[in-house]
């Protein structure tokens, strides 16, 4: 904790910071009246309220096995905050998958993503922000949390004009701030599967309009994919929307790589009796 940090929200007292955001601070935290230990959101922008309510409603709309399940939410004296449960043992996407990853294990993280963006999508949400420091895995478990500038299948952007989304992560369509549909997530799963098969991000840039010009561009380096990634993650990052498949679609692919690559399992021979 910095000696800056708030120590309770309303019912809850804080334990230890777990991560710091654009816009928002996350700390470990136990409930007063007692029990499991929970994760607490404190977003630090002014007239908030509104987009940490927002927040909890499209969290609390998904299934629960694909996020942080959302307990409650309100104002404290340091900012609107959002509760949801602490997934001991889940690791943020930044540390828990990289180039040495197994391919096996790669195409099954393919798939997990997918089925949980699927998920997502049936429930008619468009998560807006999927990158690795939004997951949490452990093993082949993958969730999706902050559903901070998620939409509405359909939903515009806001009135203000404003784009709302992660430099790096963003489909084409979305720097236009058009209404959102399910293939800006399909884009984003792409960027994160090659960038953690390689180590390469296939946007790569130094600043906001170079990145800009090279999503414009339609030309992302898929340089040293393993076999058979490179027409997957390629067709997930289609210019046009509708030329990418659908999550679903993904997932199944995904699954079927990842049982064809994944090692034979060593059998040992029973000695007989006679040997």
């Known amino acids: 904790?910095?000696?800056?940090?708030?120590?309770t929200v309303p019912g809850y007292q804080l334990l230890s910071r777990l991560g710091r955001g654009g816009m928002a601070d996350v700390f470990s935290a136990v409930p007063e009246a007692g029990g499991a230990l929970v994760a607490v959101k404190i977003l630090r922008a002014d007239g908030a309220m509104q987009s940490c309510r927002r927040e909890f409603e499209l969290a609390d709309a998904v299934d629960r096995d694909v996020t942080a399940e959302p307990i409650t939410y309100g104002r404290a004296a340091a900012g609107p905050y959002l509760v949801t449960s602490y997934l001991p043992g889940y690791r943020s996407g930044t540390a828990a998958l990289s180039p040495a990853t197994p391919v096996s294990d790669l195409w099954g993280f393919g798939a997990a993503l997918a089925g949980v963006l699927a998920a997502v999508h049936r429930r008619g949400i468009v998560h807006c922000d999927v990158k690795p420091s939004n997951l949490?895995?452990?093993?082949?478990?993958?969730?999706?949390?902050?559903?901070?500038?998620?939409?509405?299948?359909?939903?515009?952007?806001?009135?203000?004009?404003?784009?709302?989304?992660?430099?790096?992560?963003?489909?084409?369509?979305?720097?236009?701030?058009?209404?959102?549909?399910?293939?800006?997530?399909?884009?984003?799963?792409?960027?994160?599967?090659?960038?953690?098969?390689?180590?390469?991000?296939?946007?790569?840039?130094?600043?906001?309009?170079?990145?800009?010009?090279?999503?414009?561009?339609?030309?992302?380096?898929?340089?040293?994919?393993?076999?058979?990634?490179?027409?997957?993650?390629?067709?997930?990052?289609?210019?046009?929307?509708?030329?990418?498949?659908?999550?679903?679609?993904?997932?199944?692919?995904?699954?079927?790589?990842?049982?064809?690559t994944r090692p034979p399992v060593a059998v040992s021979r029973q000695r007989s009796a006679g040997e």
């Open 1 to 7: 904790m910095w000696a800056t940090d708030p120590t």
């Open 136 to 260: 949490l895995i452990r093993g082949t478990d993958v969730r999706l949390i902050d559903f901070g500038i998620s939409r509405y299948a359909g939903e515009a952007g806001g009135d203000d004009g404003i784009v709302q989304c992660s430099r790096g992560w963003a489909a084409p369509e979305q720097l236009r701030n058009i209404p959102a549909t399910p293939a800006l997530d399909v884009f984003a799963w792409g960027c994160v599967l090659a960038i953690v098969s390689t180590g390469i991000h296939p946007f790569a840039s130094g600043d906001d309009l170079e990145w800009i010009l090279r999503i414009e561009s339609a030309l992302p380096d898929l340089a040293d994919l393993p076999a058979g990634m490179e027409d997957v993650v390629r067709a997930a990052l289609a210019h046009h929307p509708g030329d990418r498949p659908h999550a679903s679609e993904l997932a199944a692919l995904c699954h079927q790589q990842a049982q064809r």
